[in-house]
C-alpha cells in the first residue's frame, strides 16, 4: 500500500520559482525523505471569479501566460503546475483528503479577501490535520514588524517609515531551487483518471472573455521574463546609480523606468531579489541617487503603502477608512465616462487614459497627471471611481498601491498639498515639446503642429479643418476648462479640508489648540515638499 503523503505548495501570489521559501520548504522536505513525500504545487483557478472580478483582457492574458511560464519552471526541477478549478475552499476539502495531504505551505498576503481565505483554509487544514507553514514574501519587510516596530501603528510618512525599517535586516534571497530528487508524480487521483488534462495550465480562451479588449503584448507575463527585464534594467549601472524619478519621462514612447510593476504584483519577480541586486549596485556606485527618488527610493514606497494597508481593511475607500480625508466628491458619470475611455478633449489626459487601456501600464507621473485631473485638479470625481477603473486596466493593479497612491494624487491622504495641481497642458509639453506621444495615442490629432497639439481648441476652425480632425465632431471639445475649474477646486479642498480638521477636533478636544495644530501641519508640510516627492 502507498502510504506517502502529499506537500503541497499553494501559489497564489509569488508566482515564482526564484527565491521562494514556501515552496523550497516542499522540495528540500520532500529531497530529504524522497520516500515519504509527493509534491504538488497547486494554482487554484476559481471560474466565478473570472466572471465578476473587475480585471481587463490584458490582465487575464498576463497571468496565463504567467502560468504557463511557471509550470515550465517548475518542470525543469522535476515537478509541475497542477492548475485546480474551484473554490479554494471546495478544492481544499477534496484534495486534502484525495492526495492525502500532510503539510500545506504558502505566502502570506495583507489583502481583506486573502485573509479572510486563507483563515477558511487554514481551518480546513486544522480540522484534518494538515500542517500550514507560510511565509511573507511578497514584501522585504513584513509589514507587521514595521508596525509594531513603530509602536503599533504604521508610519504615516515616508521618512518615519524609513527611520523604522532601518534597523530591521532584510534576510538574502534564497539560492537556486534544488531539484526534486524522486521524479516519480504522484499518483493520478480520481479526476485525472477521468480527463488527463485536468489540471492544465488555462488557455487564453478560458481567462479572457473579451478577445477583442487585447491590446499589444508589450510586457509579457512570467518570471522568464520578469528576470530577463530585471537584468537588462540592472545592466546599465551608471542609470541605475543616478535614477531619479521626478526626472524620468511620463511620455516616452519607451517606458523611461523599468516596468517592473506587473511582475511584482505577480511576485513573478522576488522584491527581496531585486532590492538584494539593487544594494549590490549602490555599493559599486558610493555617489548614488537616494530615496525617495532613487529607484530603491522606488521600492520602499510599494513598502510604505504595504505597511499602512496592511493597519487598515478598509484602505481602498474613504468612508471608515483611519487614513484618509472625507471629500464631498460629486458624481458625474459623464464626466467619469470621457475621462475612462480618454475623450475628455485634453490630448495628454486622453493619450495617456488611452495607452492604460491599450497597453496595460503608463508611467507614474502619467498616473499623477490623470488621477490630479479626475479628482482635486479638474474633475472633482472620486478616487475610488479612478481606482476602480485603474483595478480594471493596469496590468500592475495592486490593491495596497492603488489605494495608496489614489489617496496620495487626491490629498486624500500621505500628501496634503492639495494646492499643487498638474496642469493637463503645460506637464506633459516638458518632456515632450513636439506631442510625439499625442501623437501616437490620440492618433486623430497626428497633424495638429506641436504649438496647439496640447491646446487644439487654440486652433480656429478653418485649421482644424486643415489638420484633418475637428472639434465636436472628430474629438471632443474640452470637458472642463482647466483654468477655471481648478481654482474652484482649491477653495473646495479648502473647505473640506477645514471640516476635516474641525471633526478631528471635535473628536479630541484636549489636544493642542486648533491654531497651534494648524502652524504644525503647515510647517511639516513645506519641509516635507522634497522629501517627499515620489
Ligand atoms: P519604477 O520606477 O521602475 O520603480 C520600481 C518599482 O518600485 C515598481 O515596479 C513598483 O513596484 C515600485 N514603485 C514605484 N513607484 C511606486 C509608488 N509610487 N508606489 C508604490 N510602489 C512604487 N503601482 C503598482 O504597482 N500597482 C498599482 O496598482 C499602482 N497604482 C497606482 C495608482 C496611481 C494613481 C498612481 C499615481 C500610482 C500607482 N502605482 C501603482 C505606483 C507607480 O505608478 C507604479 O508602481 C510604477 O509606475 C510602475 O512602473 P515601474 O515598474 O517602471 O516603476
Redesign the pocket.
Known amino acids: 500500500m502507498d502510504t506517502k503523503t502529499t506537500l503541497i505548495h499553494w501559489f497564489r501570489k509569488g508566482l515564482r520559482v526564484h527565491d521562494n521559501p514556501a515552496l523550497n520548504l516542499i522540495i528540500t522536505k520532500a529531497n530529504s525523505e524522497p520516500t515519504k513525500y509527493y509534491v504538488r504545487p497547486i494554482f487554484i483557478l476559481d471560474a466565478a471569479l473570472i466572471q465578476w472580478l473587475r480585471v481587463g483582457a490584458n490582465r487575464w492574458r498576463f497571468l496565463q501566460q504567467t502560468l504557463v511560464d511557471l509550470d515550465a519552471n517548475l518542470r525543469k526541477v522535476n515537478t509541475q503546475l497542477y492548475v485546480v478549478r474551484g473554490t479554494p475552499a471546495a478544492v481544499f476539502s477534496r484534495i486534502i483528503k484525495d492526495w492525502r495531504v500532510s503539510l500545506l505551505t504558502y505566502e502570506t498576503d495583507i489583502e481583506p479577501y486573502a485573509l479572510k481565505r486563507d483563515a477558511d483554509v487554514q481551518r480546513l487544514a486544522k480540522e484534518a490535520g494538515v500542517k500550514v507553514e507560510t511565509f511573507c514574501t511578497h514584501t522585504i519587510y513584513n509589514p507587521e514588524l514595521v508596525i509594531q516596530r513603530n509602536g503599533g501603528s504604521a508610519p504615516l510618512t515616508y521618512q518615519k517609515f524609513l527611520s523604522v525599517i532601518e534597523k530591521i535586516k532584510v534576510p538574502p534571497a534564497l539560492g537556486k531551487l534544488d531539484s526534486l530528487i524522486d521524479v516519480q508524480p504522484p499518483p493520478k487521483d480520481a479526476l485525472e483518471l477521468e480527463n488527463a488534462n485536468c489540471y492544465a495550465c488555462p488557455t487564453i480562451d478560458e481567462l479572457v472573455k473579451r478577445p477583442e479588449e487585447l491590446g499589444a503584448n508589450k510586457f509579457p507575463g512570467g518570471e522568464t521574463e520578469a528576470l530577463r527585464r530585471m537584468n537588462a ?1 540592472l545592466s546599465d549601472e551608471s542609470w541605475v546609480a543616478a535614477f531619479e ?1 521626478p526626472n ?1 519621462a511620463p511620455n516616452s514612447l519607451d ?1 523611461s ?5 506587473p511582475y ?2 505577480f511576485g513573478c519577480l522576488s522584491a527581496r531579489l531585486f532590492h538584494q541586486r539593487l544594494m549590490d549596485i549602490l555599493k559599486r556606485h558610493p555617489k548614488h541617487s537616494k530615496p525617495p527618488v532613487s ?1 530603491h527610493g ?2 520602499l ?2 513598502e510604505f ?1 504595504y505597511t499602512a494597508a496592511a493597519s487598515e481593511t478598509n484602505f481602498d475607500r474613504m468612508l471608515g477608512n483611519k487614513f484618509c480625508m472625507q471629500i464631498p466628491w460629486e458624481i458625474n458619470e459623464e464626466h467619469l465616462t470621457a475621462w475612462t475611455h480618454g475623450r475628455t478633449g485634453y490630448p495628454f489626459i486622453d493619450a495617456i487614459m488611452r495607452q492604460l487601456r491599450q497597453e496595460g ?1 503608463i ?2 507621473l502619467a ?2 497627471a490623470v ?1 490630479c485631473f479626475l479628482t482635486r485638479g479638474d474633475l472633482w470625481i472620486s478616487w475610488e471611481e ?1 481606482q476602480k477603473v ?1 483595478e480594471e486596466l ?1 496590468l ?3 490593491w495596497a ?2 489605494a ?3 489617496m ?2 487626491s490629498a486624500s491622504a500621505f500628501f496634503y498639498q492639495y494646492f499643487r495641481v498638474y496642469s493637463p497642458v503645460a506637464f506633459g509639453k516638458k518632456t515632450d515639446p513636439t506631442g510625439a506621444y499625442i501623437r501616437k495615442y490620440v492618433p486623430e490629432l497626428a497633424k495638429y503642429p506641436a504649438g496647439c497639439i496640447y491646446e487644439p481648441w487654440k486652433a480656429a476652425l478653418s485649421a482644424q479643418r486643415e489638420y484633418g480632425c475637428v472639434l465636436g465632431k472628430d474629438y471632443p471639445h474640452r470637458i472642463v476648462k482647466h483654468e477655471i475649474v481648478h481654482k474652484e477646486n482649491i477653495k473646495r479642498m479648502t473647505a473640506a479640508y477645514k471640516v476635516n480638521r474641525e471633526v478631528k477636533e471635535a473628536k479630541s478636544p484636549k489636544k493642542e489648540s486648533s491654531k497651534g495644530k494648524r502652524k504644525q501641519a503647515g510647517t511639516s508640510a513645506q519641509s516635507t515638499k522634497k522629501k517627499q516627492r ?1
Open positions: 534594467a524619478k524620468t517606458p523606468t523599468t516596468v517592473l510593476s511584482l504584483k529607484l522606488q521600492l514606497w510599494r503603502y501600464w508611467h507614474h498616473r499623477h488621477a479612478g485603474f493596469l500592475d493593479q495592486d498601491l492603488n495608496g497612491n489614489w496620495w494624487l515620489t
